[in-house]
């Protein structure tokens, strides 16, 4: 699924993932009202609306795009009609042809990231039958527990051709509270960016890249800088772009030598465009035609 | 809602949490063969058999226990179908008065963050009307990210009456590969536990304890006695009791001298007794007697 992943970024020239994240501050209020005009002040009104505004997203980016990333949370918070619309979304979005990262952040002790594994990137067996729950390509890990809990994803990596990005230095300000902490003189993340290291040798892809990738906050250009150095064979998936702050120009040492290693996400940046000044003169109505000439305009800022 | 844990733990005389980990070999098979005769051998078979384990495991030991803790990544193994028994599980539960510990270990940046807790354990609010997701009255949450990755939680506890529980040295055999690493002589769990304290002074509950908790693994009893003394607000919980190897004996260190302060998981120790030659007799068909006479022996082994 790497070499898949890498094979589109270059087709289209785009080292850009969408994050479908869908708040419903973000949902146009003609959307929006639709859907409880039909089901309601429900849940499943607010799962409608963000069907309906992802699909709309998608439809208008598909082509300039390899990948899209939604946050399970966003989806999670409308309870079981949300996390339908995630399994929608994601079914969607591989029709379209997209990889799908799934944002989902799991982890856990080994028994348990197996189950997570299975039900996210791989399979479970039920009698004869092999099913799969959430179909996505690649979802995010977080190290926390160790490799115990890491190898379930990875053993599940090589069997069904998908991939991880683990948790190495995220995007947020409290980032460094445990992450930098110096352990002999070297900050935890590296850690376990030796681990990413470990975990992923033994799942490289014809591209010369690993199942097993890192997520590195655009915000950190610093470490960005010492983590592509650290991890050669890791892709790296870069959140905190736009609207968290990072900027194209910043970001270029996230990639390697070869223009590829790394891929980044917007979300709001993207989605809710329209709500942007750049962007105000789509109007709410035109909103996935804001999206797409904000994908363009995002392309462009990273051509360096 | 801390209260109301402590009251129950004081009240059933058990410090006792049963682990709704439902793997499907864990599930006797008369159950698996009816639910994939009604439905075929599809995902909504699986939920379904899960959920009828569920529901005689509770139906069997609700009287005896405080609390369970339904792991989420067995429900979403089995993609929507299974969230949808889990979020079943967790209203059935709470009808029968149990406390509800929702083990999803979620942790993101913050938006996200309040995303999930909006969605386990507050509400979202859609037109005029506020609606609940899971409704779990606890969760399990992944510190990884530091304190603005944890803050929205600790939020919706203060607003919603709920509760978290925070890893801070976890079960597995490999939780020390990060955790424990030591920055200036002090391992990082430490300095995890520091947080907790911090991020729960401003919510202890009548009981004397916060309603931010902290997950401590039951393998581990030596920490376990350095952090109970480090944060003696903070509830305990023990996973990886029996099964993952632990023993009653070993956890007195986790409670404070008033008896109280920790709550211990068993997961298949319980639901899956009925596998163990101790409690062979009963057969598969006894399923959810062996898992009451398992809960009537643990908390016998918990009284020291």
């Known amino acids: 699924m790497i070499d898949e992943l890498v094979r589109q970024i270059q087709e289209k020239n785009a080292p850009v993932v969408v994050g479908l994240d869908p708040m419903l501050s973000y949902i146009p209020e003609h959307i929006v009202i639709q859907a409880t005009g039909e089901k309601g002040e429900t849940l499943e009104a607010a799962a409608e609306a963000v069907w309906q505004f992802n699909k709309a997203i998608v439809d208008a980016t598909y082509d300039l795009i390899p990948a899209v990333k939604p946050q399970i949370a966003m989806y999670e918070q409308f309870g079981v009609p949300g996390v339908a619309v995630f399994a929608k979304t994601v079914e969607y979005c591989k029709e379209k042809g997209l990889v799908v990262i799934g944002d989902v952040k799991r982890g856990d002790i080994g028994s348990t990231s197996a189950a997570y594994a299975a039900g996210h990137i791989g399979s479970v067996k039920i009698g004869g039958k092999v099913l799969r729950g959430f179909q996505e390509d690649f979802i995010t890990v977080n190290p926390y527990l160790g490799t115990d809990g890491v190898k379930p994803f990875v053993d599940v990596c090589r069997e069904a051709d998908k991939g991880i990005f683990v948790l190495v230095k995220t995007s947020n300000p409290s980032s460094g509270e445990f992450q930098d902490r110096l352990v002999d003189g070297k900050a935890l993340y590296e850690y376990v960016a030796d681990k990413v290291n470990e975990w992923g040798e033994d799942c490289v892809g014809a591209c010369g890249y690993s199942a097993v990738g890192a997520v590195v906050g655009a915000t950190y250009p610093e470490q960005g800088k010492l983590l592509r150095a650290l991890m050669p064979k890791a892709y790296i998936l870069v959140p905190g772009y736009g609207a968290q702050g990072g900027k194209g120009k910043d970001l270029v040492h996230f990639f390697n030598a070869d223009g590829l290693g790394a891929i980044v996400n917007s979300s709001r940046g993207i989605i809710a465009a329209y709500k942007q000044e750049q962007y105000a003169g789509f ?16 392309i462009e800022d990273l051509r360096f």
Chains 1, 2 share one sequence.
């Open 283 to 298: 109007g709410a109505e035109h909103f996935a035609e804001a999206a797409r000439q904000a994908v363009v305009d995002m």
